[in-house]
């Protein structure tokens, strides 16, 4: 497994700190930061940004830095990364995420009883068993942690490289948020009339490409990053 930091141009430039040390201990055959190109005109944040990047690299040696020059968006991060890894699982975080504590060994035990499990997700708080305009519960892995789900939050979760790859290759960038970000794939489908008026195994068909559970006891704390838009 390797351990995938997300991040981008940030105004609050400790949040991606907070987010590497709240990694899991474990021992993970790569580690990599992804930062995000900068869309802007402004040479001053331009500048700044450099350094950002030049400092974090320094503080965490460990890590291979990976930097798009174009300003990409997260899905691309990912799809780039995907490619360059050679993991069967990637661990994403995202830089304005503090992971909670959990013992990643024993996860990847129980995650390996769960054969159509793609993706694992924590979210920011308990989902209900009716579910959110975000997650849609629809069964479970008793006694195991894992909660089926219609729709997931990619702040931080573990997922199948592999797989992972083939959705960001297949599922079309439609518009801007699909683009963007991969959990709003799935939240777009969701929001489809097809999808609101589909069957359980209709709707259970489409879910078999994704594979998204999320852990109903381990969440994460979203630091609500600022990013620069100028």
């Known amino acids: 497994m390797d351990l995938i930091i997300a991040g981008a141009i940030i105004k609050d430039e400790t949040m991606i700190e907070k987010a590497i040390l709240s990694a899991p201990k474990y021992n993970f055959d790569n580690k990599y930061i992804l930062f995000d190109g900068y869309g802007g005109t402004c040479q001053l944040f331009k500048d700044n940004y450099q350094g950002y990047k030049k400092l974090i690299s320094i503080k965490f040696p460990d890590f291979i830095c990976i930097e798009f020059n174009e300003?990409?968006?997260f899905r691309e991060m990912i799809e780039k990364v995907c490619e360059i890894s050679g993991s069967e699982r990637l661990?994403?975080?995202?830089?304005?995420?503090?992971c909670?504590?959990?013992?990643?060994?024993?996860?990847?035990?129980?995650?390996?009883?769960?054969?159509?499990?793609?993706?694992?997700?924590f979210?920011?708080?308990?989902?209900?068993?009716?579910g959110t305009h975000w997650?849609?519960?629809?069964?479970?892995t008793f006694p195991l942690p894992f909660i089926k789900s219609h729709g997931f939050s990619e702040r931080t979760f573990i997922c199948d490289r592999v797989n992972?790859?083939?959705?960001?290759?297949?599922?079309?960038?439609?518009n801007k948020m699909n683009k963007r970000?991969?959990?709003?794939?799935?939240?777009?489908?969701?929001?489809?009339?097809?999808?609101?008026?589909?069957?359980?195994?209709?709707?259970?068909?489409?879910?078999?490409a994704w594979g998204v559970y999320f852990h109903y006891d381990i969440l994460?704390?979203?630091?609500?990053?600022?990013?620069?838009?100028c």
């Open 71 to 73: 300003n990409v968006y």
């Open 91 to 98: 661990f994403v975080i995202q830089d304005d995420v503090c």
């Open 100 to 121: 909670h504590d959990m013992d990643l060994e024993q996860m990847i035990i129980q995650m390996n009883y769960v054969k159509d499990l793609k993706i694992l997700c």
């Open 123 to 130: 979210p920011h708080m308990k989902i209900p068993y009716t």
């Open 135 to 140: 997650y849609e519960p629809f069964d479970d």
């Open 164 to 174: 992972m790859l083939n959705i960001c290759k297949t599922y079309p960038k439609n």
């Open 181 to 208: 970000f991969i959990e709003f794939i799935y939240n777009t489908e969701m929001n489809r009339s097809w999808f609101k008026n589909a069957s359980y195994d209709e709707k259970e068909d489409y879910w078999k």
């Open 220 to 229: 994460h704390t979203h630091l609500v990053g600022k990013r620069f838009k």
